[in-house]
Nanobody, 124 residues
Framework: QVQLVESGGGLVQPGGSLRLSCEASAFTLNPYAVGWFRQAPGKEREGVLCIRPSDSVSYYIDSVRGRFTVSRDNTRGTVYLQMNSLKPEDTAVYYC?????????????????WGQGTQVTVSS
């Protein structure tokens, strides 16, 4: 099974920025839709956004529009989540996940490979 590895989480003050990375252990993510999800304490996991191989992006949380961007580095086979103007309500464990095709979905159940998650804490 393809293993995904996230990195880049940490503690940041409100208004700060973080960039999360997602890469696959066995092969490139280039041909697949990659979604970012998050789970805050005591809450259900929710889809944040997804990027297709065409670089088309679907946002699933309105409050991150204009603050979060997602991109691919096809030379590295890596997907990045750039998070700016972070707010305390963005605090969560963030996961990347891969589909077996190029189509995005907000439903985590259709993604077949997941990373272990990386903690993002926004606090002063």
């Amino acid at each position: 099974q393809v293993q995904l590895v996230e990195s880049g989480g940490g503690l940041v003050q409100p208004g700060g920025s973080l960039r999360l990375s997602c890469e696959a252990s066995a092969f490139t993510l280039n041909p697949y839709a990659v979604g970012w999800f998050r789970q805050a304490p005591g809450k259900e996991r929710e889809g944040v956004l997804c990027i297709r191989p065409s670089d088309s992006v679907s946002y699933y949380i309105d409050s991150v529009r204009g603050r979060f961007t997602v991109s691919r580095d096809n030379t590295r086979g890596t997907v990045y989540l750039q998070m700016n103007s972070l707010k305390p309500e963005d605090t969560a464990v963030y996961y990347c996940a891969k589909r077996d095709n190029s189509y995005c979905s907000a439903s985590g159940s259709v993604y077949n490979s997941w990373g272990q998650g990386t903690q993002v804490t926004v606090s002063s």
